[in-house]
T-cell receptor, first 115, second 112 residues
Framework: GDSVTQMEGPVTLSEEAFLTINCTYT??????LFWYVQYPGEGLQLLLK?????DKGSNKGFEATYRKETTSFHLEKGSVQVSDSAVYFC??????????????FGKGTLLTVNP | EAQVTQNPRYLITVTGKKLTVTCSQN?????MSWYRQDPGLGLRQIYY???????DKGDVPEGYKVSRKEKRNFPLILESPSPNQTSLYFC???????????FGDGTRLSIL
């Protein structure tokens, strides 16, 4: 079945540091890939997405490129801010049994950015 | 404002006492789904619905029921809750296909 593996952290950085959170996946089909972010006490919000190989998703300074050859979708940001402190989830959406476009999530990475 | 609304946000209850968590979306989405989030396990799908009156099991459906009588609502029912159902629950909806899912703010259930 489908699976997502992401570095579990926690990750602690100083403000303006470079961020990388690794994510690799296995899928039976040709999935769409997502990064979701969860701020404390809130639900998940879509951060960025990519739907085909070599697509680059970007939003709020975050980027991730869909690499089919390495089955990876690593999240990067050049200069993190305190407000980026949150849990980040890598996820894929594949056509499961029947017509279930379910999301398969990694376990999440807690990012803490210190001033 | 486009949103997915869950109620209640927090609930502490006892084993065996039936409960319902409501979920409503105002985006006219076809697809709705329930997930539970547990430490170290990420989010796992409980049930999903492709449209009105069409529901099916996800990865962890045991102990849960759902219904989809209207497009906007997708309640999660625990007929006889047990402590292993203590968790953080999220409802999500999307247009379907590979479109991003929109999540509610979550419901934290504690079953004593």
């Amino acid at each position: 079945g489908d699976s997502v593996t992401q570095m579990e952290g926690p990750v602690t950085l100083s403000e303006e540091a470079f961020l990388t959170i690794n994510c690799t996946y296995t899928a039976t089909g040709y999935p769409s890939l997502f990064w979701y972010v969860q701020y404390p006490g809130e639900g998940l919000q879509l951060l960025l997405k990519a739907t085909k190989a070599d697509d680059k998703g970007s939003n709020k300074g975050f980027e991730a490129t869909y690499r089919k050859e390495t089955t990876s979708f690593h999240l990067e940001k050049g200069s993190v801010q305190v407000s980026d402190s949150a849990v980040y989830f890598c996820a894929l959406s594949d056509l499961g049994g029947g017509s279930n476009y379910k999301l398969t999530f990694g376990k999440g990475t807690l990012l803490t950015v210190n001033p | 404002e486009a949103q997915v609304t869950q109620n209640p946000r927090y609930l502490i209850t006892v084993t065996g006492k039936k409960l319902t968590v409501t979920c409503s979306q105002n985006m006219n989405h076809e697809y709705m789904s329930w997930y539970r989030q547990d430490p170290g396990l990420g989010l796992r799908q409980i049930y999903y619905s492709m449209n009105v009156e069409v529901t099916d099991k996800g990865d962890v459906p045991e102990g849960y029921k759902v219904s989809r009588k209207e497009k906007r609502n997708f309640p999660l029912i625990l007929e006889s809750p047990s402590p292993n159902q203590t968790s953080l629950y999220f409802c999500a909806s999307s247009l379907g296909g590979f479109q991003p899912q929109h999540f509610g703010d979550g419901t934290r259930l504690s079953i004593l």
